[in-house]
């Protein structure tokens, strides 16, 4: 497999030690045990609270903070790069984005985070295979924005 697709357990500990090896200005990554999982598409808009606030979402309740929120593909609006900069103001951003197509205005976001608060926000999209239905709810994952690349340990 190559870089830009998601493998599977027996890679991490070696490309857990390569990220560890790099200087933060060398990557922007991130490790984190929790996935927040969805298979519809989700909107940032309204969601500086954290909690998923929009009742016919299947996340609804639940919280993204720290999280690689994982989604097929963003529901826009024209605001979502201003949303992500609130998550990040209020603290309750996710850690990464996993996304099958990522948008425009989700990605300026990320971007906007690093530039105005120092927080990146890793986000990955177009990976050789579905992230939807190799990522699942409490896996480990390193997203590697530098490298387009997402590691998935169970």
Request: charged content about 20%.
């Amino acid at each position: 497999m190559d870089e830009s697709s998601v493998m599977a357990s027996p890679q991490i500990d070696s490309r857990l030690e390569n990220y560890c090896n790099k200087t933060p200005q060398e990557r922007l990554a991130v490790l984190v045990k929790t996935v927040s999982l969805s298979t519809e598409e989700a909107s940032v808009l309204g969601q500086a609270g954290a909690p998923v606030i929009d009742p016919r979402h299947e996340l609804y309740g639940q919280n993204i903070k720290g999280k690689v929120f994982v989604f097929p593909e963003g529901r826009g609006s024209t605001v979502g790069a201003a949303v992500i900069l609130e998550l990040v103001r209020c603290g309750n951003a996710p850690a990464a984005i996993v996304n099958r197509k990522t948008e425009g205005i989700l990605a300026a976001g990320g971007i906007l985070a690093d530039k105005f608060y120092n927080v990146p926000i890793p986000i990955v999209d177009d990976l050789n295979c579905d992230p939807i239905t190799e990522i699942k709810t409490g896996d480990w994952v390193v997203v590697d924005a530098s490298s387009g690349s997402v590691i998935v340990g169970k």
